[in-house]
């Protein structure tokens, strides 16, 4: 049986990586049933998936197909049968949350009930029409399931408003509670959804439209012609006003607040200058703490509540420090950043049995956070013992799967989005066993990305060579050497960005293994004389790797060869990069943490922690992340920095 299982792991490899011709013909009409259904072809989708007969993913025809016919009126024992024969996989799910979706927009709950406790994965539109349903039943206990969806869903899908406006109706939502929807809307700046949020006050409170829209859009004009009466609808709406100049301009908001406050509440004058520190805090401007002060207990977003933090940090006081997390709820408080933020706080008070007790919470953890509460409590750090590799066994009942062959295939093919699903669905309920056979599967295909993805799901056993992997080390590790930079902060840098995938290509046009952007790529190629470079080339491996680590090199010099601000320029650009240095020393983890644009904070702290775990693989040593993230120097006065493509 051991023999069997060992010969029957490489047929199925090159099953995925090596189709015969017949093979190839009918992945080309797979393809051109895809194209029919993008263009709404149905006749040539029906008769394309008629030829697909046998093959892995023939399902996906009949699924484009019905995709099509739900537009019109879809027979239900069609959908049915499609369920029944695909039961148990992500394309049934799938297929199950589209009639769904439709049996909701038309209101046919009848059939809608019974098919709605099969469905794996609702959403947040499928969860309001299950809430729709029950109430036309007669369900009591729905609008109290609908209640915390009113200050939390800023942007409701469709099927959510007849539950607001039941709630409106019934009275469980009052003049209060719809000011505080609208404030936040108006933070998260959803301005046309907090202008329909003001049809539901009631009718003394409720601007004409005209005003609604000069308020959010028009904020300082409106607020210097209006004579404010101090009814409530004016105080919320100067408090409004206030908040949308804070966007461009925290100053000239903080001295309009100051000349309005006497005609405001505390409620809507604290929030006003909560929104004035949150702006403030985010250009790392002196008197955001002051600002945040100002607006008292006044309650704040998560993310407001959150920037408060960052502005004590910017400025290294503890006790602001300490004061801001602690008001936060409990659930944002526990979070691994704010965890470790406390117990900083209570170490620089002197607590420090209590800041080992938090920093122990954390610790352990493979992020940031969980790597700097490792050496504040005197632990180095380096990955877990690695597991026993899963056997050939293992690995040819993890290949045989379903879910995990369709998603090689798919990927063979470059559909891409549909094999990321597949996979995924693949993973649920895997052991930490399963999931490292499927690593080593995914690793032998060359998705490289859907290996990282399945080893980073273990929970007691572990392959850091796996959730790290480093391929294409033939071509990365020259060229990160032939630029003098370290080949982890390469590798963890490269992670982050592409995740191996060398066809990878982002929303905004970046492509290959680092995420080149068109113009970046000439202008590097230009400035290290590649000759005769063209577009086209950017997504070769080597021309790729070689554009990326010179462009790596250009910033780091440019960038006082810091790693951390070298991060955060190749994601942000260089110019914004020494932007947000302070003028005072910095440690290297809070200037990560104030980093105003929250995709490449979350990005420099993800590559950071990425770099120590490579570096501890490729050397065998333990690690230490505080010295790698170092002090991040002040800004000079006179800094000025060529920004880059």
Partial sequence: MKFRAAALLPLLVLLFCQQPAAADSLDDTLLAAKDAARLGDRVRVERLAGELQGHELAAYAEYWRLQLDLKNDLDPAAVRAFLAANEGTVLADRMRGDWLRQLGKQGQWSLFDPEYPALAQPDQELACYALQSRRARGDAGVLD????????????????????????????????????????????????????????????????PKTALAVTDAPMPWLVKTNLTGSRMHRELAA????????????????????????????????????????????????ALDWYRQAGD?????????????????????????????????????????????????????????????????????????????????????????????TAAEMARVAADGSVRRALALFRLNLRTEGVREWNWALRGMSDRELLAASAVAEKAGVYDRAIAAADRTREEHDYGMRYLSPYSEQIRPAASGQALDDAWVYGLMRQESRFVSTARSSVGASGLMQLMPATARWVAAKIGLKNFQPGQVNDTETNVLLGTSYMRMIMERLDNHPVLASAGYNAGPGRARKWQADRPLEGAVYAETIPFSETRDYVKKVMSNAVYYSALFNGQPQSIKRRLGIVGPRAADAKVEELP
Avoid at 172 to 200: C, F, H, K, P, T
């Fill in 298 to 390: 006044a309650p704040m977003s998560d993310e407001v509540a959150q920037w408060r933090v960052r502005a004590a940090l910017r400025v290294q006081d503890w006790g602001a420090v300490r004061a801001a997390i602690e008001k936060m709820p409990p659930a944002l408080a526990a979070q691994p950043a704010w965890t470790y933020w406390l117990g900083r706080a209570y170490r620089a008070g002197g607590r420090v049995e209590e800041a080992d007790a938090l920093f122990a919470r954390v610790a352990g953890q493979p992020n940031f956070y969980g790597n700097l509460a490792d050496e504040e409590l005197g632990r180095t750090i380096m990955p877990p013992p690695r597991a026993v590799p899963p």
């Fill in 240 to 287: 409004l006003a206030i908040a949308r100049i804070a966007r461009s301009d925290p100053r000239m908001a903080a001295e309009r607040l100051e000349r309005l406050e006497a005609r405001l509440h505390a409620g809507e004058k604290g929030w006003a200058w909560s929104q004035i520190g949150w702006q403030a805090a985010q250009r790392h401007m002196p008197e």
């Fill in 145 to 208: 399931e609908a209640m915390p969806l009113w200050l939390n869903l800023i942007e409701p899908p469709e099927s959510c408003y007849p539950l607001l406006e039941a709630l409106i109706l019934e009275k469980r939502v009052l003049a209060d509670d719809v000011w505080a929807r609208i404030r936040r809307q108006v933070e998260a700046n959803r301005l046309a959804g907090a202008r329909y949020s003001m049809n539901y006050l009631p009718q003394s409170q409720t601007p004409d």
